[in-house]
């Protein structure tokens, strides 16, 4: 088993930076959202934080939704939702949340200077459960689905952000709940069919990848270690 690198000596290590907006719907309700999270190692960090989004990664990770991270500074960004393919994205320092602490270790062994993370989701919530409910209350009564950077709304932007290194991988981790199928399965339809991807699928599934932070701190440790194992014998292979 791999060491288990403290979140204090990450922070030290690592910065966050991401890109939160809100989107108001035809309903008038108002959807808070991040589109993109950008982690980076201090010495690595670009003068302009912004050109991150143009820079190619070392891998990106899929996810569910942004969980609890959240903007160390205002960011106040506010677009309908007729005009979301329009967004414009700038970046602000981030609160990190446990899920990326995870995504830090694997960057540590894997020794990744960058990393960008989307998600099957932009709708924030901290609680898996209420992000179901919200996501399939939303799009039920409103028809609102581009709160997913992989619909066909957001093909020009999904397009820039899977921008990454050559050979680097796609990393899948948004979760076993069939509940999350639709927004897999979107996801997985936008996806080119040639990037290579990568994730600790669950046995007997299709598209299931285990999230980074189960329950128990043994698994957390464990999803490290495989993951880790994972990516360096299919780096080694594609050599």
């Not at 979301?84 to 970046?91: A, G, N, T, W, Y």
Request: proline residues 7%; charged residues 25%.
């Amino acid at each position: 088993m791999l060491e288990f690198i403290p979140a204090n000596l990450l922070k030290k290590r690592f910065e966050v930076f991401g890109h939160f907006y809100s989107v108001i719907l035809n309903s008038g309700e108002k959807i808070d959202c991040r589109s993109v999270l950008e982690i980076v190692t201090r010495q690595n960090k670009p003068p302009c934080v912004c050109s991150l989004l143009k820079a190619s990664p070392d891998a990106i990770f899929i996810m569910m939704n942004p969980g609890s991270s959240k903007p160390l500074e205002e960011a106040n960004n506010i677009i309908s939702e007729n005009l979301i393919h329009q967004l414009e994205v700038s970046l602000v320092p981030t609160k990190p949340d446990t899920t990326q602490y995870q995504v830090m270790r694997v960057m540590h062994f894997c020794g990744w200077h960058h990393v960008r993370v989307l998600n099957i989701s932009d709708m924030r919530d901290p609680k898996s459960g209420n992000f179901v409910e919200r996501f399939r209350d939303i799009e039920r009564r409103t028809g609102f689905s581009a709160h997913s950077l992989f619909t066909d709304f957001r093909t020009v932007e999904l397009r820039r952000k899977l921008n990454k290194k050559l050979d680097s991988p796609i990393v899948c981790a948004w979760g076993v709940s069939p509940d999350l199928d639709p927004l897999i399965e979107t996801c997985l339809n936008a996806v080119p069919s040639a990037v290579r991807t990568a994730g600790l699928k669950k046995p007997n599934t299709v598209n299931k990848y285990f999230h980074p932070l189960p329950t128990m701190q043994k698994d957390k440790e464990k999803w490290v270690t495989n993951l880790v194992a994972l990516i360096r014998s299919e780096a080694d292979a594609v050599k």
